[in-house]
């Protein structure tokens, strides 16, 4: 699984650099999006969604969500991006609303825990 990490970070204790350690251990293809970052956990970072190489099979969103509806906006015009994750607290209900206008069905749950890890 091709697993693109929104907000990704060098802070273990944020949860957007534990998604990265979860999704690596589980021995998935991790692609971190950060704009101050250039590497995080060993992983190549990008700038931005419409950087990073698809296809996606999730996208994982850790921005609040007022970042989040530009991203969604970047991620509608790749058409290579099968699931987005809201993780709780990068939700809001104008995220949500956009991102199924744009065609996505939006899941709202903890991305960590869906594969099994502890966050």
Known sequence: M???IIGASNDRQKFGNKAVRAYLRQGETVLPVNT?????EGQQVWAN?????GPIDRALFYVP???GLGVIEQLAQ?????????????????????????GFDPIMACAIVDIGEVP
Do not use: F, Q
Not at 49 to 53: A, C, G, L, T
Not at 80 to 93: H, K, Q, T
């Open 78 to 102: 790749r058409s290579d991006v099968g699931e987005v994750w809201l993780n709780p607290g990068a939700e809001s209900d104008e995220l949500i609303t956009r991102a199924k206008e744009l």
């Open 49 to 53: 969604v419409r950087d990073v190489p």
């Open 2 to 4: 091709r697993v693109m």
């Open 65 to 67: 969500s007022y970042i």
């Open 36 to 40: 101050h970052e250039r590497e995080i």
